[in-house]
């Protein structure tokens, strides 16, 4: 997994220019994965599981279009798993789906302390502490049988 940014107009963005809101990329994570051991199908439940696809332009107290609830496929299969990655996770939302699907784009790896910035600063970071966690709880509850 792979920290970066995509999705906006500016070439080579970096992490101010896009939490200033003004290039247009979403901050975002490219997973690369074996379709033999986990489907794209169940990364996309995970995905909406796992943060509030709800929300526009935000996702709890960080907000702006780079925290937008967005899915950048590769290709045409992709593309049409996500509309129904869309529809499935629909039946468990009380609001509206705003996720979007968006692309193609150029992906921009972020900054090389963004890479594994919970794994050192993000277990110091008060924020942090407080939204990943239960994040990482929900995940291993909801999908401990298909990441075994």
Not at 8 to 37: L, M, R
Request: proline residues 7%.
């Amino acid at each position: 997994m792979v920290r970066g940014y995509i999705g906006g107009h500016v070439a080579n963005p970096d992490y101010k220019s896009v939490c200033s809101g003004t290039t247009g990329h979403a901050e975002a994570i490219k997973i690369q994965f074996d379709p033999e051991t986990i489907s794209y199908a169940d990364l996309l439940d995970i995905f909406f599981a796992t943060h509030d696809p709800t929300q526009l332009n935000r996702q709890g107290n960080d907000i702006g279009t780079q925290y937008r609830s967005a899915i950048f496929p590769l290709d045409d299969r992709q593309r049409t798993e996500a509309q129904a990655g869309i529809q499935r996770a629909a039946a468990d939302w009380p609001a509206p789906i705003v996720t979007k699907i968006e692309g193609p784009a150029i992906w921009y790896p972020a900054e090389d302390y963004h890479q594994e910035y919970w794994e050192g600063e993000g277990q110091r970071n008060p924020y942090c502490l407080a939204v990943i966690p239960p994040k990482l709880a929900k995940l291993k509850k909801g999908f401990a049988e298909r990441l075994a």
